[in-house]
């Protein structure tokens, strides 16, 4: 069983960056891949960025790509997602999640392949 708990949310002016965290319990955390999706009012879920249980592959929706960053720390059980120049468009609610099963390349992007959710931070950006 794995428990996610998300922080790091809130408002933040267009350019501007924020730093999302989730904390997992659970003792085998580090054997699971991790991914980061967010959902906006009237939108379906989408994938935002993914990583395996090493940290050494990374995955991100096309939206997101050369401004955010997901990492994680094993040894702290938690994973981030860096959000520079965030933009209108990137308001939503943004939850992490832990895969069920094995991840490889393009399994990381359906949320069907999660088992475990946090319950969500708000992103908010104005312009």
């Known amino acids: 069983q794995v428990q996610l708990v998300e922080s790091g949310g809130g408002l933040v002016q267009a350019g501007g960056s924020l730093r999302l965290s989730c904390a997992a319990s659970?003792?085998?955390?580090?054997?699971?891949?991790m991914g980061w999706f967010r959902q906006a009012p009237g939108k379906e879920r989408e994938f935002v960025a993914g990583?395996?249980?090493?940290?050494?592959?990374?995955y991100y929706a096309d939206s997101v790509k050369g401004r955010f960053t997901i990492s994680r720390d094993n040894a702290k059980n938690t994973v981030y997602l860096q959000m520079n120049n965030l933009k209108p468009g990137d308001t939503a609610l943004y939850y992490c999640?832990?895969?069920?099963?094995?991840?490889?390349?393009?399994?990381?992007?359906?949320?069907?392949?999660?088992?475990?959710w946090g319950q969500g931070t708000q992103v908010t950006v104005s312009s």
């Open positions: 999640a832990a895969a069920s099963k094995i991840l490889y390349g393009s399994t990381y992007y359906p949320g069907s392949n999660y088992r475990y």
């Open positions: 659970g003792r085998s955390f580090s054997s699971y891949a």
């Open positions: 990583i395996n249980w090493r940290g050494d592959s990374t």
